[in-house]
């Protein structure tokens, strides 16, 4: 084979080397410019500039059984608006810089999941229920969100974003509006909170009747579907009988672990508020437009 034989950069003529050390300098003037086109400012966080509208919308319009009065906010829902906006603009995988620890990147998830499937209710026209696989399909798989520039949908998000972060607990924050979620809490999720809440929110799920019935009797623990959605996510194993230690590390009172598993029939109904709040004042001291007032 003949190679060529390569002259020092040293002893080629200066006219060329001028021109190399002036392309040169035009592609690092270019790559500059980008990157400062392409920089984030981190005090300019569009997500943490709206997380007090996402604080405002549980404030005025879910009460303390987490239940949200969807027909109100239907009415006033600009604050919900904004904040969804902010969630399509930026995402910890679009700015990564912008979240810089684990528990930056659950506390957005959870608030940006709960705050999108509170929109999806009301564009869904707030039905009654999500009984039916085709309706669960239509507001889980077919309904289209935006996080971070990407489109994608609430199934694809929770189980190939949410899930793989590892955090078995983020079942109990995460709420798709159905009367069998987790309580929404009335306050959002924050890093510097986030630890205490997932274990306040476990504790809570495995201390409710509502998620969790024990027959002595029979020797049967009956469990919220969402373990069974989810058993892998808790045992490694994958098998419903090794449930029971994961739900005693939460448990004010212990179940035997000989009981067998069943679980609870998942009720899809979608968890409205049974009468419009009272309290829906914005602290800005506008009044939400309420058409509809108890009696």
């Keep these: ?41 981190v005090k300019s966080n569009p997500y943490q500039d709206r997380l007090s509208d996402w604080s405002q919308t549980l404030e005025r319009f879910v009460d303390d059984q987490g ?3 969807f027909e109100a906010l239907e009415q006033d829902i600009s604050q919900l608006q904004l904040f969804v906006d902010a969630v399509a603009e930026i995402s910890p995988l679009s700015h990564p810089e912008a979240f810089p620890t684990q528990a930056h990147v659950l506390a957005y998830h959870i608030n940006a999941y709960n705050a999108l499937a509170m929109k999806g209710v009301i564009e869904r026209g707030i039905p009654a229920n999500f009984s039916s696989l085709l309706k669960r399909a239509s507001f889980f798989k077919f309904r289209r969100v ?46 510097e909170s986030l630890e205490n809440d997932l274990q306040i929110a476990a504790v809570e799920f495995f201390n409710k009747p509502k998620h969790i019935e024990i027959s002595a009797d029979k020797q049967i623990v009956y469990l919220s579907g969402i ?16 449930l029971v230690a994961y ?11 000989n009981y067998k598993v069943k679980f609870i029939d998942y009720n899809w ?4 508020a049974p009468e419009p709040r009272l309290s ?16």
């Design 280 to 295: 829906n004042k914005r602290d800005d001291g506008f009044k939400s437009k309420i058409t509809k007032f108890p009696s």
């Design 227 to 242: 373990m069974k959605f989810y058993t892998k996510d808790y045992v490694s194993s994958g098998k419903k009988g090794d």
């Design 67 to 69: 239940r949200t009065d």
């Design 269 to 272: 109904t979608i968890n409205q």
């Design 247 to 257: 739900v005693n590390q939460y448990r004010s009172d212990p179940i035997p672990t």
């Design 146 to 191: 935006v996080i971070g520039g990407k489109k994608t949908n609430l199934y694809d998000y929770e189980n190939r974003v949410i899930r793989p972060l590892g955090e078995p607990r983020v079942h109990f924050a995460l709420n798709c509006m159905v009367v069998d979620c987790p309580r929404l809490p009335m306050k959002i999720f924050t890093p």
């Design 1 to 41: 084979m003949i190679f060529s034989k390569q002259i020092p950069f040293s002893k080629t003529p200066l006219r060329i080397q001028k021109l190399a050390a002036l392309k040169a300098f035009v592609v690092l003037l270019i790559l500059s410019v980008m990157n400062t086109a392409n920089a984030f400012d």
